[in-house]
């Protein structure tokens, strides 16, 4: 089955570390995202990758780092400058062209102490 | 610039009645998309129902349609005979055809179905 996987599920952390959150796709996309959910609040785009080799920042990108070394996959690096880190962490990708949906994967929950 | 608006925060319906979920567009892109998505409290994000700007009838899939307006630039999720599983948050989401492969989010919806 195609579809998106992001591991693990439920990440802890102490602060200072980094930490690295993984997504993969098979659905053969070529555009990834990756956005921050605090609770009961919208989604805020943090990083999102067009191409392999190519990413751009989004709204909140500080604190965080990406890579898209393969069309596969986009992991996403929490770093020790990211004030708040606690979130849950969503991944998603899509083919081009405004009529495309986003295919989300079930998300990180990221607790940092 | 593109920017979602949802200004409902929370919805409460009662079971087997039809809501409606608000949400208003601004973009200066000539062609775009208009998505809904679902999110139960699992977190997981679930697709339901996708609007183009060129689109002259109202999408429906199931019990989801879109009421489209474009010169309000408008588009309302309507659920109709709401179920106890419909009790999530709904985002309104738009992606344009300048917006470099972008999707712009409201701050979403929370509804909940009471029996």
């Known amino acids: 089955d195609g579809g998106i996987t992001q591991s693990p599920k439920y990440l802890f952390r102490k602060e200072g570390q980094n930490v690295t959150l993984s997504c993969e796709q098979n659905?053969?996309?070529?555009?990834m995202y990756w956005y921050r959910q605090d609770p009961g609040q919208g989604l805020r785009l943090i990083y999102y990758?067009?191409?392999?080799?190519?990413?751009q920042k989004g709204d909140i990108a500080e604190g965080y780092s990406v890579s898209r070394e393969k069309k596969e996959s986009f992991p996403l690096t929490v770093t020790s400058a990211q004030k708040n880190p606690t979130a849950f962490y969503l991944c998603?990708?899509?083919?081009?062209?405004?009529?495309?949906?986003?295919?989300f994967g079930p998300g990180t929950r990221l607790t940092v102490t | 610039a593109q920017k979602i608006t949802q200004t409902q925060p929370g919805m409460f319906v009662q079971e087997k009645e039809a809501v409606t979920l608000d949400c208003t567009y601004d973009?200066?892109?000539?062609?775009?998309?208009l998505f809904w998505y679902k999110q139960p409290s699992s977190g997981e994000m679930i697709f339901l129902i996708y609007?183009?700007?060129?689109?002259?009838q109202n999408a429906t899939e199931g019990r989801y349609s879109l009421n489209f307006q474009k010169a309000r630039k408008s588009a309302n999720l309507v659920i109709s005979a709401s179920q106890l599983g419909d009790s999530a948050m709904y985002f309104c989401?738009?992606?344009?055809?300048?917006?470099?492969?972008?999707?712009?989010f409201g701050t979403g919806t929370s509804l909940t179905v009471i029996p």
């Open positions: 659905l053969n996309h070529d555009a």
């Open positions: 989401a738009m992606r344009g055809d300048n917006t470099g492969n972008q999707f712009y």
């Open positions: 609007q183009g700007s060129y689109d002259e």
């Open positions: 990758s067009q191409i392999v080799n190519d990413f």
């Open positions: 973009t200066s892109d000539q062609s775009y998309g």
């Open positions: 998603a990708s899509a083919f081009p062209g405004q009529d495309r949906q986003q295919y």
